[in-house]
């Protein structure tokens, strides 16, 4: 068996009602909060109404700040800063998928460290964030359970992550009536980021016996519940069984990070706009086969647990579940590999990846289109 060190700082409660049922958890962490979530996703979910009323009976005060965008930029989380420094909060409640919940580490640091956002990458900071308490509203992020945040850098023409164990959510709480308000857009997107993380952690270079038991697990029930997103059948069993997935699949990429598709895929949003999830859908069939070069058996292994024959099925799969119809020129995916091959968690990919490996991964994927 390989070393390993396994981490997780995150109390996690699963279930129906379970804010409810250990409000404590919440109310535990301070005298007032700073409630973190994006234009619509608090209200809508329904979480947002229940953690006020939750605060209200316990006699917190809270803050909201929903101004978070999709795919926070550094300026999003400093303005969220000042506001959670100005507020006085003792704590934080992020509420959202991923860019909520992703801003809400951010500024926890931002609150009490007087930073430039850029300097978050370098976890260039002293002061011990402000305590966070996470309700998901997707099932796909897995950030509930991470310690990393991934933020927009026009500097840098990219998204990046920083990773400090102090950002572990305290508390989080995954009630699946809470992703009832997903659309089937958002649904399928970010249930294909969560597989990307189980996938990514699965063929990546610091897997270990432990992150393999998460990653494996996480993809048998995305296998289980694949037909079903293809038929657009939400049901709350499938919900359920999708959030605890992504759970999953984070507790994998807290101990592994991810690695070139979402390295690559990180372009496609910053260029082209395209959801998170889906940009590494476009880009999973050829990352795969491209890993079975060097990897046979740990593919093979990712496509039992998906109860899938071959690359090919897989590929069937995505081309049902995303449009892969979006124009790329052959100078973008250049540019696109340049910054792809920069991000650290490129050297952590099982088959080590040039520049030009991702560009052809890219070409395949974007522009060939399956005529492999
Ligand atoms: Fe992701």
Known sequence: MNKFKF????????????????????????????????KTSGIKSGALTDIISMLNEANIEYQ????????????????????????????????GGGSPLDAAKA?????????????LIKNQFT???????????????????????????????????FVHEDVFPKAAFLDAK?????????????????MSHA?????????????????????????????????????????EKLLYASMLAGLTI???????????????????DIPHGKANGLLLAEYLRYNNEAAQGRVQAVLKALNLISIDDFEKIMNRLIRNDIDFTREELKKYSSLAVKQK????????????????????????????
């Open 178 to 194: 809470y992703t009832e308000s997903m659309t089937r857009d958002i649904a399928v997107n970010t249930a294909i980021d969560a």
């Open 64 to 95: 909201i700040f929903d101004k978070i965008e999709n795919n926070p930029s550094l300026e999003n989380v400093k303005e969220g800063g000042a506001a959670c420094r100005q507020s006085k909060a003792d704590f934080i409640v992020g509420i």
């Open 345 to 372: 968690s490129t050297a952590k990919n099982l088959r080590s990846t040039s520049e030009e490996d991702m560009y052809r991964i890219m070409e395949k994927s974007l522009i060939d289109r399956g005529t492999h």
């Open 107 to 119: 500024i926890a640091i931002l609150a009490v460290n007087d930073i430039e956002p850029i300097q």
């Open 254 to 272: 807290a101990q592994t990070g991810t690695t070139i598709a979402h390295g690559m895929g990180y372009s496609l949003t910053y260029f082209k």
């Open 199 to 239: 996938i990514e952690g699965y063929l990546n270079k610091i897997a270990s016996t432990m992150s393999d038991v998460f990653a494996l697990e996480a993809l048998e029930i995305f296998g289980a519940c694949i037909e079903n997103l293809c038929e657009e059948k939400f049901d709350s069993e499938t919900r």
């Open 7 to 38: 981490q997780s700082g995150t109390k996690v409660f699963f279930g129906a009602n379970c804010l409810f049922d250990n409000k404590s958890e919440v109310t535990r962490l301070g005298k007032k909060a700073f409630i973190v979530t994006g």
């Open 127 to 161: 002061q011990k964030p402000l305590p966070i308490a996470a309700i998901p509203t997707t099932a796909g992020t897995g950030s509930e359970v991470t310690a990393a945040s991934i933020l927009t850098i026009p500097e840098y023409e990219t998204k990046m992550s």
